[in-house]
């Protein structure tokens, strides 16, 4: 359920033999916007347009197509991004500064605007209240379109993202799209997003490869009135956090959602570090595919953080719950018990370095052949 | 061929079931000796006992078991791999700090030094002059034992090594032990060793995750006479360029040599960050595997290099000599042609940045299923 004065729509203009390509997201007044980009020093030509309309600070609408992503495209995708967001002002009857453009797909393809140019035309008319909607229409190789929605105070807060593999995000992530009734100046709605990326989006990694086209917005048309910002802030990490473990679980290939935990790092972004390398590390990503309890694997990928500060004799490690290591040696263990406990869904991995008290988790997910299957035959041109 | 003066000999001594588990090399005189080892955090026990050997710049030996790496076993660990050495002194006639002690294979279980001390017994009767028995009694999963020779002015070079996953050495690699006849003081040998490892088995990798016991040694026992340092050197790293190609092309599952070749970045340092990030992306490894010319993604794993200077409008890139990418955009090509092309045994990926002078290779493989099943199911206790 959408919060107050947001709606959505999606069809297909043709990019895609019959799915739902393209999503509109509208907001029936100006809400404040916030928004943040991919690192990727290549990013899509709608990277390049939304730093230029995030701006502003207002948005009324976001269109996003699937199937190509105006990546690799030059000046031409560029002027391709601005006529996609003029065809989504004229049908809304806006500005095409207040429309943010996302497009998801295939990289080095022309965007074909004219399709997108046609295809939304009237879609006003299907603009409707399930954000679930608006998911499908911007799903790749995702197994189901995802949104979630969560109340605070008197407003709502609607999530509804995308992305499933080349995803390691370090600013934003994939396309994910947050809406909210509440109130709350451009200024203040960027710090909340900011803050709630940093532990939630930013430390999620399906594969170490960060996509050229993450965006993260926030669209907040105040139809609610004022929250509380703490307690807003509290809600929208929270969602943002189960939508990552949602995405990390929907990684290409996944059958499970690793979750790993550092503690007791030098300082946060240490623990950082260090349970990226676990998270990101093929042998771990296996193991936990796997379900083989090969605690050795975990130690190693502590281990190659070279610049990190690690006592191998203070260092402790849990699979699930179960100490597998004490002071870097391995313990003995049931290794049958720790063996049934990892062909769970979501495989918890727990690392005391005991060296300081920076606190981390990552997200991420098994490495298994439908990984190496969906990447060796991905439509390519 | 060994050079003159060395021998080698491998048996099984009961840690596999019946392949060859136990390894001796050994110089018929003190040879000068250099070594560099993993920077991992937690080197296994015969890493801490041979950065204390090597100090020494002497060696008679190499012993070497797989099956069991004696990591993250603590002060047992240690104690374990001295008793090895012990071992192979007295059966050679030296003293045990003259003797380099290499294990790999699983982590966290303890070394069978009883197996090791009783099969060590009666090795120098079995001594000869063939690299491939040694390299043969290292093997863990690789698909073939590794050695080759070259000749400088009147002195031998032989590369004997193994390794295929948990690779990416960052200040040595795998087992890889190089033995020569010319003469070499300690300090020029160790100089020698690090010019060539850093633009060869430093530029490797075939999953990212560093192993805890990379060593790599050289031993020069003189016996050919003096040669000019600068011939041996520029041998001494072709043969190392060939080994980590060989160890590349023979990675877990691999079924491609990929090289990436990095020209025009801001400095080396920077060329190297990039030449890895690219062979070792998930996608371009998938990519190659699926023989799919999905330039973008090429793209992509330069850009996600975000500390390195970047400018999208000067990239461009090729695959196998066929450009792909003409300032940062996707150019077109002959799709069949590069696809057939990427079918070959050894793929070329080369990117201009057009920033700088700063040049540097990488060495990969491609990511098959053949990976995944081999680690999902390793021998774990």
Chains 1, 2 share one sequence.
Request: proline content about 4%; aromatic content about 4%.
């Amino acid at each position: 359920m959408f919060p107050r004065g947001f709606r959505c729509a999606s069809r297909n203009v043709g990019l895609k033999p019959s799915a739902r390509d393209l999503t509109l997201f509208a907001s029936d007044v100006d809400a404040t916007a916030a928004a943040v980009f991919t690192r990727n020093h290549f990013p899509g030509a709608p990277i390049i347009l939304g730093r230029e309309t995030i701006k502003g600070g207002v948005l009324r609408a976001i269109i996003a197509n699937s199937k190509v992503s105006n990546v690799a495209t030059g000046l031409r995708g560029v002027e391709h991004a601005r006529r996609m967001a003029a065809a989504a002002a004229a049908e809304l009857g806006t500005s095409p500064d207040r429309v943010l453009v996302s497009s998801t797909g295939v990289i080095g393809v022309p965007l074909p605007i004219e399709k997108i140019e046609a295809g939304v035309v009237g879609m006003t008319a299907d603009l409707q209240s399930d954000p679930l909607v608006g998911a499908e229409g911007i799903m790749t190789t995702d197994t189901h379109p995802k949104a979630l929605s969560a109340s605070v105070g008197n407003a709502t807060i609607t999530w509804v993202a995308k992305g499933s593999g080349m995803i390691e995000p370090n600013m934003a992530t994939m396309l994910s799209y947050i809406f909210t009734d509440a109130a709350f100046d451009a200024s203040t709605l960027d710090q909340l997003l900011r803050s709630a990326v940093a532990t939630t989006f930013n430390r999620l990694s399906v594969d170490t490869d960060t996509s050229t086209s993450d965006t993260c917005a926030i669209l907040a048309n105040g139809l609610a009135g004022t929250v509380e910002a703490s307690a807003f802030l509290a809600v929208l990490t929270a969602g943002c956090r189960r939508m990552t473990e949602t995405l990390a679980r929907d990684g290409e290939g996944a059958e499970h959602l690793v979750r790993v935990t550092v503690r007791g790092a030098l300082n946060e972004g240490e623990a950082q570090v260090v349970a990226k390398s676990i998270v990101n590390s093929p042998l771990v990503k296996t193991m936990v595919h796997g379900a083989d309890p090969n605690v050795g694997r975990l130690l190693m990928a502590v281990g190659k953080c070279f610049d990190c500060t690690i006592h191998p004799g203070s260092t402790d490690a849990w699979i699930n719950g179960f100490q597998v290591v004490g002071h870097g040696e391995r313990l003995p263990f049931d290794d049958a018990v720790v063996r049934e406990t990892l062909s769970r869904e979501v495989v918890d991995l727990t690392v005391e370095l005991g060296v300081g008290s920076g606190d981390a988790v990552a997200y991420g997910c098994d490495l298994t052949k439908g990984y190496v299957d969906e990447n060796a035959s991905y439509y390519s041109s």
